[in-house]
């Protein structure tokens, strides 16, 4: 049985590195794709992950397919085309480590993963699902992404979703937002930025968009990232906030998905369903989860970028000493 199975894109993230000696932008070979992300994280914290999803048979496919394996990501569910490139995006680093993506993705293996190629084994035993909205874009990737996850959700796994919006992807934003919306009848547990809360219902206030998000989709669980401020949560009626950590940001390519990655393995070691998490539960969920997104958000890349359990836990170790000095001193 798998912890978490990742469906989705798997792709080569061309990170800046620096200058030539001609003063031209360097860009370093790191993988990435939102739900490799999110399997990379599980992954570094002891969980037995699988991915499904589609490169191709090029240098770049190989070398995702290697870091996965590397890892010990089981990659039966991982597809070659033999038609197709693998996706390439370029990464845009901002003084504050904020990224945007210029895509090279136009018919590449991601998007052309059918129905009939997903492995149904993997699927069948597999406790949570995780899913984005790239691999929705086009067909026949999206009628196989929503495929793998109601056979799953069938035989009894939750589902996770991150809408993970990427407007230059989609032909029209209606497009983006009634695919994103088919994710969203179908997930569990979700987590979306402020960005895509204001996206789909129209406010970017934490409490007031995810009450409208749970009256409209009745999703068990909410997180909704609010970057170095932390993490706003809603089960039902609980709902509150933790803080976030103290970081200096280098790259925040991976940090969402470090922070999902996270979320999904505290959620697995409860060991019941999201519904019975209690606020406690929940608020130690939120606090592991910011760390590992804080601490991906300290280094480049996205995969190379996911934090170890024994990091986080140090980071967290700190943080609680701190406190428990600056109570003994007022």
Same mark, same amino acid.
Not at 190 to 198: G, Q, R
Not at 282 to 291: C, I, P
């Given at each position: 049985m798998y912890d978490v199975t990742a469906i989705g894109e798997l792709l080569i993230d061309f990170t800046p590195c620096g200058l030539s000696d001609k003063g031209n932008v360097c860009f370093e070979t790191n993988p990435g794709g939102a739900p490799a992300n999110v399997a990379a994280a599980l992954a570094r914290?002891?969980?037995?992950?699988?991915?499904?999803?589609?490169v191709g048979d090029d240098a770049f496919g190989r070398f995702l397919a290697q870091v996965l394996q590397n890892l010990q990501i089981d990659t039966a569910g991982l597809v070659v085309a033999e038609e197709a490139p693998t996706t390439l995006a370029f990464v845009h680093l901002d003084e504050r480590g904020e990224r945007?993506?210029?895509?090279y993705r136009r018919m590449t293996a991601d998007m052309l993963l059918s129905e009939r190629e997903l492995n149904k084994d993997i699927l069948a035993h597999s406790r949570i699902v995780h899913f984005g909205s790239v691999s929705m874009t086009h067909e026949p990737a999206a009628g196989a992404t929503l495929a793998a996850v109601r056979l799953a959700k069938d035989c009894g796994a939750a589902v996770s979703f991150d809408p993970n919006l990427r407007p230059a992807l989609w032909e029209r934003p209606e497009q983006a937002k009634r695919m994103i919306t088919e994710g969203l009848r179908l997930a569990d547990i979700?987590? =979306?930025?402020?960005?895509? =809360?204001?996206f789909l219902t129209g406010t970017a206030d934490a409490a007031e968009g995810s009450a409208i998000l749970q009256e409209s989709?009745?999703?068990?669980?909410?997180?909704?990232?609010?970057?170095?401020a932390g993490c706003f949560y809603r089960k039902g009626d609980l709902t509150g906030s933790v803080g976030g950590c103290k970081v200096t940001a280098v790259d925040t390519t991976g940090a969402g998905d470090a922070f999902v990655g996270a979320a999904l393995s505290r959620i697995a070691d409860c060991g019941k369903p999201v519904q019975d998490l209690e606020r406690?539960?929940?608020?130690?969920?939120?606090?592991?989860?910011?760390?590992?997104g804080a601490l991906a958000a300290t280094r480049k890349g996205a995969i190379d970028s996911m934090p170890y359990l024994e990091e986080i836990e140090q980071w967290m170790n700190k943080e609680r000493t701190g406190e428990r000095l600056i109570r003994e001193e007022s």
């Open positions: 914290f002891n969980k037995k992950t699988a991915f499904i999803g589609k945007s993506f210029s895509f979700v987590k =979306l930025s402020e960005e895509e =809360l204001l989709f009745g999703t068990p669980l909410l997180f909704v990232t609010l970057g170095s406690e539960e929940l608020e130690a969920v939120v606090r592991f989860a910011n760390t590992a």
